[in-house]
């Protein structure tokens, strides 16, 4: 059995928080496209076409809302995405940074502890043949012309995914459940994606990433353990506690980080009197 972290660890001790999730479209997505980054369907050998949201968005997105909570507690309010990660507060544990290049300057880098995946549409999609057909003509393009891909996703398209959490302490989970159920838009640059509903619906402690969408997908009679998530949830501490939690463990957490590195320096310190000795 697989338990929480008391505090968030500077090194991983494989623990993972898996949290199955289902995200619902209330309005009609719009995707408009000239950019084959922006192919937001995707046919799976073993699935059809399906709609897919890239992780990097989800997780885009709920950075953003765990960044914007974390300001209504006056918690490092500075920060932002992104140049300016202060690679010192809640939301910067949870998503990770880059210290050289973040504006705090600082000498160490984080690894995100929340780990996602290609969110999938529990259906099928009919439509997609056009849409390949489009993204293949854009290489004939000449300058001047601008052939822009147009793509429905329908309302109460359903998709599912998993947002795993790595060394979760229950604070870190208050904190990614809470923004999880505040996701209610998704959005970026050339998609009109409408309102979204976003549940919970499992939840697995575990030494591995064992919950795998694509595969529940693929065989939707396999036996999944399915847990209680309102227990589950009811059972995290008040999200406001947590960030205020949280905020106050990192330090401790970074001050490891300087101590594991200091034995170093004082061996260099120590070896030159050792010289001087040998010298007279
Ligand atoms: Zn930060």
Redesign the pocket.
């Known amino acids: 059995m697989v338990n929480f972290l008391e505090t968030p660890s500077l090194l991983s001790k494989g623990a993972y928080l898996q949290l199955v999730v289902e995200m619902k479209l209330l309005d009609d997505a719009i995707i408009r496209s000239n950019e084959p980054e922006e192919v937001l369907t995707h046919h799976y050998q073993a699935l059809g076409n399906r709609f897919v949201i890239p992780w990097r968005k989800v997780k885009g997105k709920l950075r953003r809302l765990v960044?914007e909570k974390?300001r209504g507690y006056d918690i490092?309010p500075a920060?932002?995405l992104k140049d300016d990660?202060?690679?010192?507060?809640?939301?910067?544990?949870l998503f990770g940074?880059t210290g050289e290049t973040?504006s705090?300057k600082v000498s160490y880098n984080m690894l995100s502890r929340v780990l996602g995946e290609t969110f999938i549409s529990t259906s099928t999609v009919d439509a997609v043949q056009n849409y390949t057909q489009n993204a293949v003509g854009e290489k004939d393009l000449k300058t001047g012309q601008a052939l822009m891909t147009i793509l429905t996703v329908p309302k109460e398209t359903v998709f599912q995914g998993t947002v795993t959490i790595k060394d979760p302490t229950r604070e870190m989970a208050a904190i990614i459940v809470d923004n999880l159920q505040r996701l209610t838009r998704i959005g970026a640059r050339s998609v009109e994606w409408g309102r979204v509903d976003t549940r919970i619906i499992n939840v697995r402690m575990s030494d591995r990433e064992d919950i795998s969408v694509y595969h529940l997908l693929e065989e939707p009679a396999q036996e999944v353990v399915q847990n209680d998530v309102t227990a589950f949830v009811a059972g995290l501490p008040p999200v406001d506690a947590a960030y205020a939690t949280l905020n106050s463990q990192i330090s401790v957490m970074l001050e490891e980080l300087i101590k594991a590195r200091s034995p170093q320096k004082e061996k260099k310190t120590k070896e030159k009197p050792t010289q001087l000795e040998i010298g007279e």
């Open positions: 960044l974390q490092s920060c932002a990660l202060c690679l010192f507060c809640p939301s910067c544990l940074g973040s705090s």
